[in-house]
């Protein structure tokens, strides 16, 4: 990274775009700002290992990407521990394994429960394709820019959106009878 681009101006640069990106794939405000602030901790940790081989927005892109995907692995992770203790008669009960509720303030209140509906099902879908639906859909990202992200040939990412849309349908289609 150029001496000049400092931690302040990547932060007042990519902090928006960031924190949406994080709204989008944790859906709940409060989650999106603790993610924005993990994903700026590591871009300040791991600045002195930017290769310059993408740009700082790619780069920081795909750090946020990560964050955003480990948070959703505890997340299921942290579920499963807890029916699985809900089963045997001891720690929370099914009230705690509720799914929080979409609170994402773009989404009008009568599209909530639809939307939600598709957020749920995105992220049913395999990691990767759940990634790239999001950044194709959600952050209207080229294909070109979703490859360099996620490390992946253009070709690659085409046929990952290509099974992205498809499974998105079935698991949506199954949903309504």
Not at 118 to 130: C, H
Not at 157 to 166: G, Q, Y
């Amino acid at each position: 990274m150029p001496e000049e681009y400092t931690f302040k101006d990547m932060y007042d640069d990519h902090s928006k775009m960031v924190y949406n990106l994080c709204l989008n794939y944790l859906h709940s405000e409060a989650d999106a700002e603790e993610a924005t602030q993990d994903v700026f901790l590591k871009v300040y940790q791991q600045q002195d290992r930017f290769r310059k081989q993408a740009s700082p927005k790619t780069w920081i892109y795909r750090i946020a990407v990560n964050q955003c995907l480990d948070r959703i692995k505890a997340q299921k992770r942290k579920k499963r521990f807890a029916f699985l203790q809900s089963l045997t008669g001891r720690g929370p009960n099914e009230e705690d394994m509720e799914i929080p509720t979409l609170s994402h303030p773009g989404i009008e209140l009568e599209d909530k429960e639809a939307v939600g509906r598709i957020l749920r099902a995105m992220n049913e879908l395999p990691e990767k394709q759940n990634a790239a639906l999001h950044m194709k859909v959600m952050d209207q990202l080229s294909q070109k820019e979703i490859s360099a992200i996620l490390q992946l040939s253009e070709k690659a990412v085409e046929s990952l959106l290509s099974r992205a849309k498809s499974n998105l349908k079935k698991k949506l289609s199954e949903g309504k009878g």
